[in-house]
């Protein structure tokens, strides 16, 4: 099993929709969450990071569940500027000496 | 000006000869870090550094050598280049919290 693994997509949404992506995770003892976005041909930025009590941030929610080691990320209202290809990323220690990125899940959001 | 800034951000080279990509960063880190990025393999880390004196190997680091010459600077070589090393290559530092900033990303291509 893959460290850390997202469904690639491409996920095709109309605007407005509501869209969920999952990361599931196999190291038990990882220690923080993130989701990352990453425009094409772009570097990868922040979108957010994923607590325990979990996250939201505008249009944007993440949750954690430990007990199934997944996270996800939830888009509501999607957005044209919403395409892009969404990474998560898991660390799995508090000093952050190994960060493991998901291979990533592709939105691409319509008119 | 970008906090992580990456030179060259496009070279196309031979086989066998040597490449150094550098890169500086501006945000005060001590952590530094290599990625590659391939089509349908995600993100995967060649090195990374937690202060000058650091430097430890990451997941796919044969073939590639670094130099850390100041807490700003970070620099990836390939000293004989092939053409499975075309990829393209982000620098990226982190902060405490573990936020990761990443460069633009420099497009390798060996022929």
């Known amino acids: 099993r893959k460290e850390v693994e997202q469904d690639p997509g491409p996920f095709n949404v109309p605007e407005g929709a509501t869209v969920a992506f999952n990361c599931t995770y196999s190291?038990?003892?990882?220690?923080?969450f993130f989701w990352y976005r990453q425009d094409c041909r772009k570097e990868p930025k922040l979108l957010m990071s994923v607590y325990s009590s979990g996250n939201e941030d505008g249009r944007f929610t993440a949750q954690l569940n430990r007990a199934s080691q997944y996270i996800s990320l939830l888009i509501r209202d999607s957005k044209l500027s919403d395409s892009a290809t969404y990474l998560c990323v898991v660390t799995l220690d508090q000093a952050g000496t190994a960060l493991i990125f998901g291979k990533g899940t592709t939105l691409s959001v319509s008119s | 000006d970008a906090d992580v800034t990456q030179t060259p951000r496009n070279r196309i080279t031979k086989t066998g000869k040597r490449i150094m990509l550098e890169c500086s960063q501006t945000?005060?880190?001590?952590?530094m870090y290599w990625y590659r990025q391939d089509p349908g393999l995600g993100l995967r880390l060649i090195y990374y550094s937690f202060d000058v004196k650091d430097i430890n190997k990451g997941e796919i680091s044969d073939g590639y050598s670094v130099s850390r010459q100041a807490q700003a600077k970070f620099s990836l070589s390939l000293e004989s280049a092939i053409p499975n090393q075309t990829a393209l290559y982000f620098c990226?530092?982190?902060?405490?919290?573990?936020?990761?900033?990443f460069g633009e990303g420099s497009r390798l291509t060996v022929l």
């Open positions: 990226a530092t982190s902060s405490p919290t573990g936020e990761l900033f």
């Open positions: 190291n038990s003892a990882s220690q923080s």
């Open positions: 945000k005060g880190h001590d952590r």
